[in-house]
Nanobody, 114 residues
Framework: QVQLVESGGGLVQAGGSLRLSCAAS????????MGWYRQAPGKQRELVAI???????NYGDSVKGRFTISRDNAKNTVYLQMNSLKPEDTSVYYC????????WGQGTQVTVSS
C-alpha cells in the first residue's frame, strides 16, 4: 500500500502564491508518473500537472504558465508551485501516483479570494 500525504493548502488572495507538497511512502521512481488533480464542487476532477518517471511535465491548459510541478527524489516528494492564483483555482487538490494501480492522497483545500 502507498500513502500520499499532501500539505500546503490554504487561503490566499488572488494574485498570490502557494506551494503544495505530496510526500510518498516509497520511492517516487516506483511510479510511472505522479501529479496533481483538482476537483471543485459540482465539477469533474481535472488534471493540473503531472511529472513522469523520466521528468517530463504536462499541465492543464488553465494553469500553464502559472503553475510548476517539480520533485525532490531524495525526499520522495512532488511539489506544485502555484503563482498568480485566481478565484477559479479554488478547489480541493489531490496528489496522484500511477503504478500498476492508481493511488490518491486525501486532498488539500486551496481557496483563492477575490
Amino acid at each position: 500500500q502507498v500513502q500520499l500525504v499532501e500539505s500546503g493548502g490554504g487561503l490566499v488572495q488572488a494574485g498570490g502564491s502557494l506551494r503544495l507538497s505530496c510526500a510518498a511512502s516509497r520511492s517516487i521512481f516506483d511510479f510511472y508518473n505522479m501529479g496533481w488533480y483538482r476537483q471543485a464542487p459540482g465539477k469533474q476532477r481535472e488534471l493540473v500537472a503531472i511529472i513522469t518517471y523520466g521528468g517530463i511535465t504536462n499541465y492543464g491548459d488553465s494553469v500553464k504558465g502559472r503553475f510548476t510541478i517539480s520533485r525532490d527524489n531524495a525526499k520522495n516528494t512532488v511539489y506544485l508551485q502555484m503563482n498568480s492564483l485566481k478565484p477559479e483555482d479554488t478547489s480541493v487538490y489531490y496528489c496522484r501516483a500511477l503504478a500498476d494501480t492508481v493511488f490518491w492522497g486525501q486532498g488539500t483545500q486551496v481557496t483563492v479570494s477575490s
